[in-house]
C-alpha cells in the first residue's frame, strides 16, 4: 500500500470541549467557534451544557457553532456525558462553583471511570458531592461558596487540573496547581487568552480570579487533532511509498510526545507552515514511510502521548526489537482498559506482546497480524487496529467500528482516501 494526498482531522477534541464550556460561561454577547469537533464526545458537552440553560447552536460539520450568553440554571434532568470523562470531570468543576444540586451519569465505560481525583480536591474546596458507587458516576454535586485551593495532583491529568481551574473561575476563588509530571495545558492557555488571570509561578499553575472577572464572549478556530492526526501519521510510516500531507493539525508541546517517540523510532514527521490560532501553535505535517525500530518511552513522555500509546503499540509490532512503554497504568481507566486490551489484542494477531506491572512491553514482527480484535467499544482502540489492517498480507477483523463516531467520524473514509493499492488505484 501507498499513502497520497492531503488530509485534514477533526477539530481537537480537548480544545472543543473547553471552548464550548468557557463560551457557555461568558457574561455577555455571542462566541463563535469554528472548526469544533462534530464527535459524540463533544456532542454530550453540548447536550450537558444545554441541559444546565446554555444556548449553544447545533454542533455539526461545517458549521460555527454559536454559544449565545445564558445564566445557568438548576437542571431539571440528570446530565448525561455519554462516554466522554472529560465531560464528566471539566463539568463537575464548572458546577463546583454552582449555586445548585446537579446529578451527573453517562455510560457504561464512563461509569467505571474513577471520579475521586476530581471529587476529593473539590470537596476541599467546599463542593458537596455525593456518589452513589465507589468512587464513580452517577454523582450529585451541590456547589457554592468556594475555598482557594493549594493542590498537587497525585497524577498527571489534564482532566483534573482544568475541573479545579474552572471551579477556581466559576467559585472566583484562587487555585494553585503542581502535577508529577505537565499535563495537556489547553484550559490554561485558552484562559491565558481570554485574559482571566493565570500564569505561572515557580513551577506552578496560577489562576487568581480578577476583580469582576466575567469571562468574554470570544470567537475562536479550533485547530485539527493531533490524536485524531497520529492515525493517519501511523498509516503513512506502516505504507511502502508515497507522502501524506496532514493539514491544520495542533501541534501543542504538551500533545506531541507522539512524534517525538516517532523520530526516535525512525519516522520523522515535518511541520510545514507553522502558526498560531488563539493561544495554540498549528502545522500541517508531512508523513513519509520509515523502517522503525523500539525504543523506551520514558514515564515522562507518557502525559505527552496518552491517548497515542495504542497507535505507538501497532507501529512498535511493526519496528525491529522491542518497544517498552513505562508506566503507563493510566491506560487502566480509560475509554477501556487500554492496557491490557493493546497486548490481548496483539497476542491475538501473533505479536509478543504483554503488560508487566504497570509497563507495556510489545515485540516488533514481519509476519502480517491476523485476527480478531475487541475494540471493547473503545474509539482509539478500533482506530489503531484498523491502521494495522492496513500491512501487506494483513487480516484484522475489527469487533465494531462504529465507536471511531466518538472522536473521528470520518475516520474509516479518510483511511481509505488516502490508500493506493498496488496498481496505482484508490482502495475502495
Ligand atoms: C484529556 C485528558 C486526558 C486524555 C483525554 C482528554 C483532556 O485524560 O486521555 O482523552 O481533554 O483533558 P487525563 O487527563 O485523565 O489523562
Known amino acids: 500500500m501507498k499513502v497520497r494526498g492531503t488530509v485534514r482531522p477533526p477539530g481537537d477534541k480537548s480544545i472543543s470541549h473547553r471552548a464550548l464550556m468557557l463560551a457557555a460561561l461568558a457574561g455577555g454577547g455571542t462566541s463563535e467557534l469554528e472548526g469544533l469537533l462534530t464527535g459524540d464526545d463533544v456532542k454530550s458537552t453540548a447536550r450537558v451544557l444545554r441541559g444546565l440553560g446554555a444556548d449553544i447552536s ?10 449565545h450568553v445564558s445564566r445557568f440554571t438548576s437542571p431539571v434532568s440528570r446530565l448525561h456525558c455519554g462516554n466522554s470523562g472529560t465531560t464528566a470531570r ?86 494553585t496547581l503542581r502535577e508529577p ?55 503513512a510510516a506502516l505504507a511502502q511509498g508515497g507522502e501524506l500531507v496532514i493539514e491544520n493539525v495542533g501541534v501543542n508541546p504538551t500533545r506531541t510526545g507522539f512524534l517525538v517517540v516517532l523520530a526516535r523510532m525512525g519516522a520523522r514527521v515535518e511541520r510545514v507552515n507553522l502558526r498560531d490560532a488563539g493561544g495554540e501553535p498549528v502545522a500541517d505535517l508531512v508523513a513519509r514511510p520509515a523502517a522503525l525500530s523500539g525504543t523506551e518511552v520514558a514515564a515522562a513522555e507518557v502525559p505527552t502521548l496518552v491517548d497515542e500509546v495504542p497507535i505507538l503499540a501497532v507501529l512498535a509490532s511493526r519496528a525491529e526489537g522491542e518497544t517498552v512503554f513505562r508506566e503507563v497504568g493510566e491506560l487502566r481507566v480509560k475509554e477501556s482498559n487500554r492496557l491490557e486490551l493493546i497486548a490481548a489484542n496483539l497476542r491475538a494477531l501473533g505479536v509478543e506482546a504483554e503488560a508487566r506491572g504497570n509497563d507495556l512491553y510489545v515485540c516488533g514482527t514481519t509476519r502480517p497480524p491476523r485476527g480478531r480484535v475487541d475494540t471493547a467499544r ?12 492496513t500491512v501487506p498480507g494483513a487480516d484484522v477483523r475489527l469487533s465494531e467500528r462504529a465507536s471511531v463516531a466518538i472522536s473521528y467520524p470520518r475516520f474509516f473514509a479518510d483511511l481509505r482516501r488516502i490508500r493506493e493499492t498496488g496498481k496505482g488505484k484508490r482502495e475502495r
Request: proline share 4%; hydrophobic share 45%; aromatic share 4%.
Open 58 to 67: 447545533t454542533v455539526r460539520e461545517g458549521a460555527t457553532v454559536k454559544v
Open 90 to 175: 471539566l463539568i463537575l468543576g464548572i458546577l463546583a462553583g454552582q449555586n445548585f444540586a446537579a446529578t451527573l451519569t453517562g455510560d457504561a465505560s464512563l461509569r467505571r471511570r474513577p471520579m475521586r481525583r476530581v471529587i476529593e480536591p473539590l470537596r476541599t474546596m467546599g463542593a458537596e458531592i455525593t456518589e452513589r458507587g465507589a468512587d464513580s458516576l452517577p454523582l450529585t454535586i451541590r456547589g457554592g461558596r468556594l475555598h482557594a485551593l493549594t493542590y498537587t495532583t497525585p497524577v498527571a491529568s489534564a482532566q483534573v487540573k482544568s475541573a479545579l481551574l474552572l471551579a477556581g473561575l466559576t467559585g472566583g476563588v484562587a487555585v
Open 181 to 235: 509530571y505537565r499535563s495537556r495545558d489547553h484550559t490554561e492557555r485558552l484562559l491565558a487568552h481570554l485574559g482571566l488571570g493565570l500564569h505561572e509561578r515557580d513551577g506552578a499553575i496560577v489562576f487568581e480570579p480578577l476583580a469582576r472577572s466575567v469571562v468574554p464572549s470570544f470567537q475562536l478556530s479550533v485547530p485539527g487533532d493531533v490524536s485524531s492526526a497520529a492515525f493517519l501519521v501511523g498509516a
Open 378 to 389: 473503545d474509539h482509539r482502540l478500533a482506530m489503531a487496529f484498523a491502521v494495522l489492517g
